[in-house]
């Protein structure tokens, strides 16, 4: 498995912008797909956005699409997730995660690896 350390969350205003860092390492970083998901208190963890390492295809949850952004970095082994006019809904714990495979997948079961997450509060 890859190691996954996040990093970046912190307590924001409703509009504000924040960004998500993901620091990957342990595999040779080629032919998988990583991704950002989010689990909200007495919530179950969602999909939020996933790209594929080799194709930079990306994938978004609707709730997230037009205000978040996710990206790599290959030289870093780097997982990123610009995220804009944040609502108090996007409150919760971010999870980096990957899995070797091409395809993004949107379940949480499609991925072996995890980090340990990242608080985010958006206030209103």
């Known amino acids: 498995q890859v190691q996954l350390v996040e990093s970046g969350g912190g307590l924001v205003q409703a509009g504000d912008s924040l960004e998500l860092s993901c620091a990957a390492s342990?595999?040779?970083?080629?032919?998988?797909?990583m991704g950002w998901f989010r689990q909200a208190p007495g919530k179950e963890r969602e999909f939020v956005a996933g790209?594929?390492?080799?194709?930079?295809?990306?994938v978004y949850a609707d709730s997230v699409k037009g205000r978040f952004i996710i990206s790599k970095k290959v030289a870093t082994n780097s997982l990123y997730l610009q995220m804009s006019s944040l609502k108090p809904e996007d409150t919760a714990v971010y999870y980096c995660?990957?899995?070797?495979?091409?395809?993004?997948?949107?379940?949480?079961?499609?991925?072996?690896?995890w980090g340990q997450g990242t608080q985010v509060t958006v206030s209103s």
């Open positions: 342990g595999w040779a970083v080629y032919n998988i797909v």
């Open positions: 995660a990957a899995d070797r495979r091409t395809n993004v997948g949107q379940s949480e079961l499609e991925y072996a690896s």
């Open positions: 790209i594929g390492w080799n194709d930079g295809r990306t």
